[in-house]
């Protein structure tokens, strides 16, 4: 089994993704139990200047090109396929995100590739990796030890700290080839972003999410009084945003975004297991639910059962008047 391992580097609008950093970390381990190097592939136009923030890695495979500048399945599949079939590395990581899944799906298929999807933790055991995958939204886990040939494993992001891969440095280069003319069935026509001035929830270092526990759209008030207060952001479980109450820009979970702030309050969130995928690995988890078996207690580091109407008020009251302590 080749040693080496593979990172695909996500980025968006000539930045990375907090999904690579997260992957080099774990790359790097996995590469140095395994006594092999850690090499990530860039791919885009005008994004040579990310290699400095791939400092983790051994050797950054760089190709820089206009037909790269957005990102196409077929024309970034078809470039990653060439180096993988010339490198054979033994592990290539990637985010369980809509790029990486585009790619999974291509590489496994067009290269023969085997594949893991939703892998939540990678551990080396006698000089085999051994990665374990959540199924059916975190109700089943699955244990594989990966065969000794080329395996792609899309990991879930925030599954794997990103700090361990911030690293400044200056990695190998080495330039790939320019694609050649791909024939694609799929063809870009625009990039349709968030209404302006809304929220990146994923950024927010503080996030005050409500669920059905709120009852309805008026009583939003009093959680964004609380997330002023805070200095945080709103956000929502999925029958929030079906209702309309706030937009899917903000909505948590399996079908919404993936958070992990500093601190997560949730108030009237029972805790699907497809909205707590979206936030178990937030740093600092407060649940407030009038139930005391609500599921969200299970991935809680401090609840209360009481109600949350209740206790929106009086919380906000109690941080303004600290901040006003703090102040004077």
């Not at 585009?102 to 990796?129: E, K, P, Y």
Request: with cysteine.
């Amino acid at each position: 089994m080749n040693k080496d391992v593979l990172v695909v580097a996500e980025h968006f609008r000539g930045r990375l993704n907090e999904i690579p950093l997260e992957l080099l970390g774990e790359g790097r381990e996995v590469a140095q139990a395994l006594g092999g190097k850690l090499g990530v592939i860039l791919l885009g136009h005008g994004v040579r200047n990310l290699v400095a923030e791939l400092g983790a890695a051994d050797v950054v495979w760089l190709a820089d090109d206009p037909q790269l500048e957005e990102f196409n399945p077929d024309v970034y599949g078809t470039l990653i396929l060439t180096h993988l079939k010339e490198s054979s590395p033994g592990l290539v990581l990637l985010g369980s995100t809509s790029v990486g899944l585009d790619l999974l799906g291509f590489l496994s298929v067009r290269g023969g590739f085997s594949c893991i999807d939703n892998c939540m933790r990678l551990a080396t055991r006698d000089g085999r990796v051994v990665a374990t995958s959540q199924l059916y939204g975190g109700k089943v886990f699955a244990e594989v030890a990966l065969p000794d040939v080329t395996t792609i494993v899309a990991a879930i992001p925030g599954a794997f700290s990103g700090e361990a891969g911030r690293i400044k440095g200056n990695p190998e280069v080495q330039l790939l080839a320019p694609p050649e003319t791909v024939t694609s069935r799929i063809t870009f026509l625009k990039l349709i972003e968030p209404p302006e001035g809304d929220v990146d929830i994923t950024k927010a270092p503080i996030l005050v999410a409500v669920g059905r526990g709120i009852q309805n759209a008026g009583n939003l008030a009093l959680v964004e009084e609380l997330a002023e207060a805070l200095g945080g952001a709103v956000c929502a479980s999925r029958p929030v945003i079906d209702q309309g109450w706030l937009p899917l820009t903000r909505q948590v979970g399996k079908s919404g975004m993936t958070v992990k702030p500093k601190l997560y309050l949730a108030f009237g969130i029972s805790g699907a297991p497809e909205h707590i995928e979206g936030m178990k690995n937030s740093e600092m988890i407060i649940a407030v639910n009038t139930d005391p078996n609500a599921p969200i207690f299970g991935v809680a580091h401090f609840g209360i059962t009481e109600d949350a109407l209740e206790l929106l008020p009086a919380l906000t009251e109690e941080i303004r008047n600290m901040t006003l302590k703090k102040a004077s």
